[in-house]
């Protein structure tokens, strides 16, 4: 998630319930924020260009770190392929990430970049307007073992086009 902006929708709890980790991109606004989302699970996040010196000062500007061998690499302005921020596009080069995450643009948006070889995500923040839905619904996202048998034919189908 991203942008949160001091705000913590009540309507995005259930899907917080179940994760293993948050990851905030930035423009948190507020430690009550923090702690909301402390209190479902472990929270990795940098600091937005709106946030005070009191989110600095627990998160940094990016995060670089791996889980189970995907290099992930976060930080707030960040930009899209072929028009990344200058700081984020030498972060990329440094870092090689497999996942790029960043917010700020408050677009959501999922794109692979076939230049860094790098899946681009900005996930923006739910405020429960369904502009996201006929994109990508919640719902429709699931863990490569809990993926529903009608739906398993598009595994392969997901992977094959995220390379490409």
């Known amino acids: 998630m991203s942008d949160t ?10 899907y917080l319930s179940d994760c293993d980790e948050i990851w905030h991109a930035g423009d948190i606004g507020s430690l009550d924020v923090v702690n909301r989302l402390r ?15 009191d989110i600095r000062y627990d998160f940094p ?13 976060m930080t707030h302005i ?10 984020a596009r030498r ?6 990430p497999d996942i790029f995450v960043c917010g700020h643009s408050h677009i959501l948006k999922v794109m692979r970049d076939p230049r860094y070889d790098m ?13 996201c839905v006929p994109e990508c619904p919640v719902e429709a996202i699931f863990a490569e073992g809990n993926v529903p ?4 034919q598009f595994t392969q189908i997901n992977a094959d086009r995220s390379l490409s």
């Open 119 to 131: 899946l681009v995500i900005n996930p923006e923040t739910c405020i429960d307007c369904d502009a």
């Open 39 to 53: 209190s479902f699970a472990p929270l990795r996040a940098v600091h937005g260009n709106i946030d005070g010196q």
């Open 149 to 152: 048998s009608e739906w398993a």
């Open 61 to 73: 500007e990016f995060l670089s770190f791996e889980i189970d061998g995907i290099k992930i690499l």
């Open 5 to 14: 902006h001091a705000v913590c929708d009540k309507k995005i709890e259930k």
């Open 91 to 96: 972060l990329i080069e440094e870092y090689r």
């Open 78 to 87: 960040g930009g899209y392929p072929g028009r990344y921020d200058v700081k």
